[in-house]
């Protein structure tokens, strides 16, 4: 599980380390995956690395918030967090009610058995803290609630946490929305948040089976493109992009603004000129057209509720007739009954991952995206469309203002600036989520050795190391067993 996943495609054999850009567009190439500059995934180990003890410094809890892409980061860091502390990792919980009212819990969106079973060179994980005998009697821990810093270090996990973690023999730490910090010192930690999001986090089998029959008829009729259309009530809100909508339109999103984001002035027009407003699907689609794509494009839309209505979804269907969601290319009862829920928003995920482009129109704060991002490259270095909202918005504004001449040879320009799906050097504020080179990738004739890829027997050598700290650990539990036995007869006798 940990090794190279078998489905990648072929890879190309160059050497090349940095950013793959293309020189030109076309349109046939893009349906392909990006240059992979030589670079394949690879996120097991490659140094020495121990397999868990059994004799952990105690349980850890964790409640991890937000949507089902925030939750997914958070196990992440759950589990990195449980091997930085030698603890036992208690199954995340998903706290779906405060965003979707979703109560699935981690049970009705992942496969369980096989999260445990992929982490069993890493985590000891166990699904509730397990009930202790003490002088005769029955005994449950009781975690000690804490509330870690936001993006912790790792000397915070190994002070103040395990301290609470030893004297109380459990801590319950939440929320867990990005309560570990994301860039790390050690390569090894990250490729562990590697194998936790690309091989443990594996949705049921039925929102497998559900997301393949999506993929499977939007391919009937060849290539397919799948866009996350972030033009919802919550990112615009929080963008402060009001002015294209109605007076009514407006006092709802600033209401939900005021209720739900500190208070900031946010001038449209400023805001506008620097990229920060949500593209319109409008835009989308004159993005997607310049770039030479044509009205017989399929298109999968993987979306919340867009506000403002159709008004401003009829120009995007004249340009692209062909959209589809998951509604309605899959009519099932179990989606359409949480069509806004965490089996959705798995449904979308695993379509966006599969498809053959995938284009975030709002990837700041968007983790759908994000993560899509990260995995995508991950998958196979599959081609992405990312915007460049700062360098398109003069354009779109020329165009507003009636300067249309050059249009679409200026998007183009601004396009072919942008990665697509290659490897690429990591710029904060890009997330690891986002993108995990060089760490979770590796060449088989690097240039530095710390690139070169694991041993292809690593899974076997893993298995050994884990049989062998088992083994001896039986040894030194019977020898303590028999000491206790012996002195205990003495003392009879």
Same mark, same amino acid.
């Given at each position: 599980?940990?090794?190279?996943?078998?489905?990648?495609?072929?890879?190309?054999?160059?050497?090349?380390?940095?950013?793959?850009?293309?020189?030109?567009?076309?349109?046939?190439?893009?349906?392909?995956?990006?240059?992979?500059?030589?670079?394949?995934?690879? =996120?097991?180990?490659?140094?020495?690395?121990?397999?868990? =003890?059994?004799?952990? @410094?105690?349980?850890?809890?964790?409640?991890? @918030?937000?949507?089902?892409?925030?939750?997914?980061?958070?196990?992440?860091?759950?589990? %990195?967090?449980?091997?930085?502390?030698?603890?036992?990792?208690?199954?995340?919980? %998903?706290?779906?009610?405060?965003?979707?009212?979703?109560?699935?819990?981690?049970?009705?969106?992942?496969?369980?058995?096989?999260?445990?079973?992929?982490?069993?060179?890493?985590?000891?994980?166990?699904?509730?803290?397990?009930?202790?005998?003490?002088?005769?009697?029955?005994?449950?821990?009781?975690? %000690?609630?804490?509330?870690?810093?936001?993006?912790?270090?790792?000397?915070?996990?190994?002070?103040?946490?395990?301290?609470?973690?030893?004297?109380?023999?459990?801590?319950?730490?939440?929320?867990?929305?990005?309560?570990?910090?994301?860039?790390?010192?050690?390569?090894?930690?990250?490729?562990?948040?590697?194998?936790?999001?690309?091989?443990?986090?594996?949705?049921?089998?039925?929102?497998?089976?559900?997301?393949?029959?999506?993929?499977?008829?939007?391919?009937?009729?060849?290539?397919?493109?799948?866009?996350?259309?972030?033009?919802?009530?919550?990112? $615009?809100?929080?963008?402060?992009?009001?002015?294209?909508?109605?007076?009514?339109?407006?006092?709802?999103?600033?209401?939900?603004?005021?209720?739900?984001?500190?208070?900031?002035?946010?001038?449209?027009?400023?805001?506008?000129?620097?990229?920060?407003?949500?593209?319109?699907?409008?835009?989308?689609?004159?993005?997607?057209?310049?770039?030479?794509?044509?009205?017989?494009?399929?298109?999968?839309?993987?979306?919340?509720? $867009?506000?403002?209505?159709?008004?401003?979804?009829?120009?995007?269907?004249?340009?692209?007739?062909?959209?589809?969601?998951?509604?309605?290319?899959?009519?099932?009862?179990?989606?359409?009954?949480?069509?806004?829920?965490?089996?959705?928003?798995?449904?979308?995920?695993?379509?966006?991952?599969?498809?053959?482009?995938?284009?975030?129109?709002?990837?700041?704060?968007?983790?759908?995206?994000?993560?899509?991002?990260?995995?995508?490259?991950?998958?196979?270095?599959?081609?992405?469309?990312?915007?460049?909202?700062?360098? $398109?918005?003069?354009?779109?504004?020329?165009?507003?203002?009636?300067?249309?001449?050059?249009?679409?040879?200026?998007?183009?320009?601004?396009?072919?600036?942008?990665?697509?799906?290659?490897?690429?050097?990591?710029?904060?504020?890009?997330?690891?989520?986002?993108?995990?080179?060089?760490?979770?990738?590796?060449?088989?004739?690097?240039?530095?050795?710390?690139?070169?890829?694991?041993?292809?027997?690593?899974?076997?050598?893993?298995?050994?190391?884990?049989?062998?700290?088992?083994?001896?650990? $039986?040894?030194?539990?019977?020898?303590? =067993?028999?000491? %206790?036995?012996?002195?205990? =007869?003495?003392?009879?006798?």
């Amino acid at each position: 599980m940990i090794c190279t996943i078998a489905f990648l495609i072929n890879f190309t054999s160059n050497d090349s380390t940095g950013s793959v850009s293309r020189s030109k567009l076309n349109v046939e190439e893009l349906w392909e995956s990006a240059d992979s500059g030589g670079w394949r995934p690879s =996120s097991a180990p490659r140094s020495e690395w121990l397999p868990p =003890s059994i004799g952990s @410094n105690g349980f850890l809890r964790v409640r991890c @918030n937000g949507g089902l892409n925030q939750q997914r980061t958070a196990i992440c860091n759950a589990v %990195l967090a449980a091997r930085i502390m030698n603890a036992t990792l208690v199954l995340p919980e %998903l706290d779906a009610n405060s965003f979707w009212h979703d109560d699935s819990g981690f049970h009705g969106i992942y496969d369980v058995e096989h999260f445990i079973k992929a982490l069993k060179y890493d985590v000891n994980i166990v699904e509730s803290i397990p009930e202790i005998k003490k002088n005769g009697k029955t005994k449950k821990i009781k975690a %000690l609630q804490i509330r870690p810093p936001r993006d912790a270090s790792v000397s915070w996990y190994t002070t103040e946490a395990l301290k609470k973690m030893k004297e109380h023999g459990a801590i319950y730490l939440t929320p867990f929305s990005h309560r570990l910090a994301e860039e790390i010192d050690n390569p090894e930690y990250q490729r562990l948040r590697c194998r936790v999001n690309y091989h443990a986090l594996r949705f049921k089998p039925q929102i497998m089976r559900l997301s393949q029959s999506i993929v499977d008829k939007l391919r009937t009729q060849g290539h397919f493109m799948s866009i996350h259309l972030r033009f919802e009530m919550d990112m $615009l809100a929080f963008a402060g992009c009001f002015d294209i909508f109605t007076p009514a339109q407006q006092r709802i999103l600033k209401k939900y603004r005021d209720d739900n984001f500190a208070p900031k002035k946010l001038i449209y027009n400023e805001r506008r000129a620097i990229g920060k407003c949500p593209l319109t699907p409008e835009e989308v689609g004159l993005i997607l057209r310049a770039l030479g794509f044509d009205n017989s494009t399929r298109i999968y839309l993987a979306a919340g509720e $867009l506000f403002g209505g159709e008004k401003f979804m009829k120009p995007f269907r004249s340009l692209f007739p062909h959209l589809e969601n998951h509604n309605s290319v899959e009519q099932t009862d179990e989606l359409a009954g949480n069509t806004q829920g965490l089996l959705g928003s798995a449904v979308d995920y695993m379509v966006c991952l599969l498809s053959d482009i995938f284009m975030p129109t709002y990837d700041g704060p968007s983790n759908f995206a994000n993560n899509l991002l990260g995995h995508r490259l991950y998958y196979g270095f599959r081609t992405t469309l990312r915007p460049d909202r700062k360098g $398109l918005a003069p354009i779109f504004i020329d165009r507003e203002n009636g300067k249309t001449a050059g249009f679409e040879e200026a998007v183009k320009k601004v396009m072919l600036q942008t990665n697509f799906g290659g490897p690429h050097k990591r710029i904060p504020p890009e997330s690891f989520y986002t993108n995990p080179w060089p760490e979770c990738f590796c060449q088989m004739s690097p240039k530095n050795p710390a690139d070169r890829c694991p041993p292809n027997n690593v899974l076997e050598i893993l298995n050994d190391q884990l049989e062998s700290q088992n083994e001896k650990e $039986l040894r030194n539990d019977t020898e303590s =067993s028999n000491v %206790l036995n012996s002195s205990v =007869s003495a003392e009879e006798r």
